[in-house]
């Protein structure tokens, strides 16, 4: 009897051990939908066409990581225009939609405004301190 006692216990061990942290602590998984205020976003910036910067009031931001680059965003600081099509309008969430509109049009040097529709990824809270100068706002 008490060996199948043990045994149960190291099998419980073992199985605590291949769960990641958060699961152990019953916090949500790495996967569940990130969402911000969209009451907070002031301003966009973008580091690359993966990287997307949304600022919040004071010394926040959050910095969104796009599954897949979005084509154009990197000009985003100049003529492009963002907007976000979201299931609520008080919050932009990982896998809501952004679209990108680009006057500069298809080839740069005007005509008709250029739509790129990208998917939101995951958001990290960072400081507007350890954004490179001409991405702070």
Do not use: W
Request: hydrophobic share 35%; charged share 20%; proline share 4%.
């Amino acid at each position: 009897m008490t060996r199948i006692v043990i045994a149960a216990g190291c099998a419980t061990l073992a199985l605590l051990a291949t769960l990641p942290a958060t699961a152990r602590h019953n916090e949500a998984p790495y996967s569940a939908k990130q969402c911000i205020s969209r009451h907070g976003v002031r301003d966009e910036t973008a580091e690359t066409d993966s990287l997307l910067i949304l600022h919040a009031g004071g010394s926040k931001a959050y910095r969104n990581y796009l599954p897949a680059p979005c084509d154009g965003l990197g000009h985003v600081n100049n003529v492009s225009t963002l907007h976000f099509k979201t299931a609520d309008p008080d919050k932009i969430c990982q896998g809501d939609t952004l679209e990108l509109l680009d006057h500069d049009g298809a080839f740069g040097v005007g005509g008709d405004p250029v739509t790129t529709r990208c998917t939101l990824g995951r958001f990290e809270a960072i400081s507007e301190m350890s954004l490179s100068e001409n991405l702070r706002r």
